[in-house]
Structures are given as structure tokens and as C-alpha cells.
């Protein structure tokens, strides 16, 4: 069964860098056959894709996140993970991965940027 | 980016009852539509994929229809376990975007 599991400081400081890793059971993640994604959710807010990363490192980011954003990829320890920096109050959200968007899907982490 | 626009926003509805959500592109993205379903506190779980493909163990009264820049979700008969958020999201062109939700209570 595939499994997906959120790991990460759950508070950042305001300009600091948010960054988490997941955590892949069941499926090794230097599979060709998927990719896997991060979406992340505000609270009491929709959804909103960050982006994606293939066993190859090939990624892709939504245009508004791209120039603070990187997810990487470590198959040695079935990982991926995502860094994204000089975060504000608006990146406050619970933070989700997941095999590419139609899952599974980790339960997901809340991050609360405050100083 | 495509817009989704999901509608309604919130639906008072009851057990039993036949729900219809619906979800428009701002351009067409064929059947490359999913919908989601999201208990308070979870994490969102798959439900249909291209527009009308049932995610295996999803109940039967689920649906999908529609292709295009136009769709719908259909719960045939609404059971207590069926109370939640759905969402629509094209998996068309990057970025992947999500309507806002629909609230069933």
C-alpha cells in the first residue's frame, strides 16, 4: 500500500525558509511511471498546486511560486522535499504531498509563518 | 493559468437527496478533470479522474460527466458519509489549478 508521510517545522520566521520532506512507502520514487507533487491549502481556504518533480529531477512550479520555490528528489531515501523561501504570512498553510495529483496523498503538515 | 469556477459554493441538502455540482474552464481542457472529495481536517481523496472514470472503491453513486470547459459531479442519493467539500482540478496544462470548493451541509 503507498503510503505518503509530511515531515517538517511546523513555525518558520517571516523571510526565513518553509522546508519539508516527504517520505514515500510503498512505491520507490525513482519510478518512471509517476511523478510527485506538492499542493499546499490555507486554512479555511481552496487548494493551490506548488509543483512537481519526476525520479529524473525534472520539475515544474506554478508561475506564482517559481522564483521562491524548489522541490528536489532523493532516491537513496525514497524522499522528495520542498523548499521555499522568503515566506510570509501567506504562505500559512497546511502543506501537502502527494503521487502526482490523484494521490495518494500525504495527511499533510500545517506550517504557520510567524515571527 | 485556466480558472475554475466550481458552483454552488455552499448546498444545504439532505440524506437521500441527488446532489449536482458543477465546474467550468475558462478553456477547454477535454477530459482532463478530477474531482476530489474533503472531510474537515483531511486530506483531500480522489474520487473521479478524466471527467467520468470512477477511482476504484468509490461508491457507485458518485459521477462524472462532461468534457471540454464544462462538467458535473453527481451523488445519486446523499448518505451521511457524503457531507464534505468537493473539488474540482484540471490536470490539462500547468499550472494544475483548482476550483474553490463546494461545501455540502
Known amino acids: 500500500q503507498v503510503q505518503l508521510q509530511e515531515s517538517g517545522p511546523g513555525l518558520v520566521k517571516p523571510s526565513e525558509t518553509l522546508s519539508l520532506t516527504c517520505t514515500v512507502f510503498?512505491?520507490?520514487?525513482?519510478?518512471?511511471?509517476?511523478?510527485w507533487s506538492w499542493i499546499r491549502q490555507p486554512p479555511g481556504k481552496g487548494l493551490e498546486w506548488i509543483g512537481y518533480?519526476?525520479?529524473?529531477?525534472?520539475?515544474t512550479y506554478n508561475p506564482s511560486l517559481k522564483s521562491r520555490v524548489t522541490i528536489s528528489i532523493d532516491t537513496s531515501k525514497n524522499q522528495f522535499s520542498l523548499n521555499l523561501n522568503s515566506v510570509t504570512a501567506a504562505d500559512t498553510a497546511v502543506y501537502y504531498c502527494a503521487r502526482e495529483t490523484t494521490g495518494p496523498w500525504g495527511q499533510g503538515t500545517l506550517v504557520t509563518v510567524s515571527s | 493559468d485556466i480558472q475554475m469556477t466550481q458552483s454552488p459554493s455552499s448546498l444545504s441538502t439532505s440524506i437521500g437527496e441527488r446532489v449536482v455540482i458543477t465546474c467550468r474552464a475558462s478553456e477547454s481542457i477535454r477530459i482532463y478533470l478530477n474531482w476530489f472529495q474533503q472531510k474537515r481536517g483531511k486530506a483531500p481523496k480522489f474520487l473521479i479522474h478524466s471527467a467520468s472514470s470512477l477511482q476504484s472503491g468509490v461508491p457507485s453513486r458518485f459521477s462524472g460527466s462532461g468534457s471540454g470547459t464544462d462538467f458535473t459531479l453527481t451523488i445519486s442519493s446523499l448518505q451521511p458519509e457524503d457531507f464534505a467539500t468537493y473539488y474540482c482540478q484540471q490536470s490539462y496544462m500547468t499550472p494544475y489549478t483548482f476550483g474553490q470548493g463546494t461545501n455540502l451541509e
Open positions: 518533480i519526476y525520479y529524473s529531477g525534472t520539475t
Open positions: 510503498g512505491v520507490s520514487v525513482s519510478s518512471s511511471s509517476y511523478y
